[in-house]
């Protein structure tokens, strides 16, 4: 598989001075997903995990209902598809005849994002499975910050966690946002990982794509060093789950559903 980086020779401008110098770079990888044999999708990601981001993507788009309904899946590398066969894929996509494309931007460039089948995928949480404190929130963003390696490397990328309250499970990254959050979906679909009571710490802003996302995985709260929209705050209410941005410098915002984070007082 391709490099997740590599490096190229740059002129940088510093204190108005030039310097020839070599920088690293993150690379992009397109993917064509062929299901049936038929072209369905191109995803632009990091290429890694490439396996894990296709079950993701298809289960939380509604594309297969379970990870069992994937009977084969195959890579070939040089080309760059990943073969998908299946006797159960939802009807509606079936009858799709235009293929997809996926940019690794983050927004509702992706096509094949359907808010009527976000109905039928995302998951309303009922209940309190998981309370973390103040403390908790600002030690996960230091953990995933921490294991950021190729963001600290090349400023290019996105990172996503899931955690429990004693700290980071899986990380993942990426350069498209919503392909570390498949990532992480595909993994535990695959490995058959409960994702009750958890949390998933996120490097970038919280969209309404992405907290649909997380709700489609079963995460109770998302903590995020950015900002939320308000139509993601509005999808967290009705969903129950717990929004938390702004995480940094021992500061923090809680938007949403305040009751999973513990030892709070508020005062006016």
Request: include cysteine.
């Amino acid at each position: 598989m391709k490099e997740v980086d590599t490096k190229r020779g740059i002129i940088r401008i510093h204190n108005g001075h030039l310097q020839q110098t070599i920088d690293t770079v993150v690379t992009e990888f397109p993917v064509t997903v062929k299901v049936n044999g038929q072209e369905f999708v191109t995803m632009v990601c990091t290429p890694e995990h490439i396996e894990d981001m296709v079950i993701g993507y298809l289960v939380s788009e509604g594309v297969l209902k379970t990870y069992k309904d994937v009977k084969d899946i195959w890579i070939q590398e040089k080309e760059g598809f990943v073969h998908v066969k299946t006797d159960n894929i939802n009807p509606y996509y079936q009858n799709l005849q235009n293929k997809r494309y996926i940019t690794s931007c983050c927004g509702m460039s992706r096509q094949a994002f359907v808010f009527v089948n976000d109905a039928l995928t995302a998951k309303k949480i009922n209940g309190i499975n998981i309370k973390i404190t103040p403390d908790h929130c600002f030690r996960l963003m230091r953990e995933l910050q921490e294991t950021a390696s190729t963001f600290q490397k090349t400023g290019g990328v996105h990172n996503a966690a899931l955690c429990d309250a004693n700290g980071i499970l899986i990380s993942r990254m990426d350069i498209g946002r919503h392909n570390a959050l498949d990532k992480i979906y595909g993994y535990c679909l695959k490995n058959n990982l409960s994702t009750k009571g958890t949390i998933i710490a996120f490097s970038g802003r919280i969209s309404s794509e992405i907290l649909l996302k997380v709700a489609k995985i079963g995460c109770e709260i998302i903590l995020s060093k950015s900002a939320p929209t308000e139509f993601a705050l509005k999808s967290a209410e009705e969903l129950g789950i717990t929004t938390v941005g702004f995480i940094r410098n021992n500061s923090m915002n809680i938007y949403t559903r305040p009751e999973r984070i513990a030892n709070i007082n508020i005062t006016a």
